[in-house]
């Protein structure tokens, strides 16, 4: 197969396929982040609206958050060391550095699960409680989300690079679940700005 590769090239956009496939997820992160802007937007017009429940200031826990974001901050850098094994054809680097990625992410979901939890069970806050709280659940949650679907994707990632090793079409998988990882810590980033630290200072 190295004999058919364009050396000009990366092996994710070694097939004409590959790149559309490249483009068109590209768009599809487009759509991504017009979901988060309503998220974002809708949560920012409702933060300040308690109803009489806990405020902001009163639930969040810097410690908590500081932890998922370190998390979440470093699987982007693991996961950018793992494209670049990629790029240098070290498949065994490649899979180790994808692993540590998940592992990072997992302990990323495992903190936000456990924060809401807290917030339920031990403060009452719900999203039932407030418009604060239901613009809260609704955005962290559905960046959960997307870390939980990226860590199961990754997976199976993981699962057809040990079955096929690494060529065009598991390049462009992995590259692509790149871009998206790399994504998710972009909103991640927003959320600690503008809900947590934007919180804290009330």
């Known amino acids: 197969m190295a004999g058919h590769l364009d050396k000009s090239l990366p092996l994710e956009y070694q097939e004409e396929q590959s790149r ?12 991504e982040i017009a979901l988060f802007s309503t998220l974002f ?19 969040f826990v810097v410690k908590d958050f500081m932890i998922e974001t370190l998390l979440l901050l470093f699987s982007s850098f693991t996961m950018g060391i793992a494209i670049f094994k990629m790029r240098n054809n070290d498949l065994k680097g490649l899979l180790v550095w994808f692993v540590i990625t998940l592992v990072l992410g997992g302990g990323f979901l495992f903190y936000e699960i456990r924060e809401f939890y807290m917030y339920a069970v031990h403060e009452g806050a719900t999203m039932q409680t407030s418009a604060f709280l239901s613009g809260f659940f609704t955005l962290l949650g559905t960046h959960g989300l997307h870390v939980t679907v990226g860590v199961f994707w990754a997976i199976s990632i993981i699962i057809q690079l040990v ?9 462009r998988k992995v590259f692509i679940i790149g871009l998206y990882w790399h994504f998710l810590d972009v909103v991640w980033i927003f959320i600690f700005t503008l809900v947590y630290l934007n919180g804290l200072v009330g």
């Open 41 to 59: 937007v809708t949560y920012l017009t409702y933060h300040m609206r308690t109803a009489g429940g806990p405020t902001a200031e009163e639930l």
């Open 20 to 31: 559309l496939n490249i483009l068109g997820f590209w768009i599809f992160l487009g759509a």
């Open 163 to 171: 079955r096929r090793g690494l060529t065009p079409v598991t390049a």
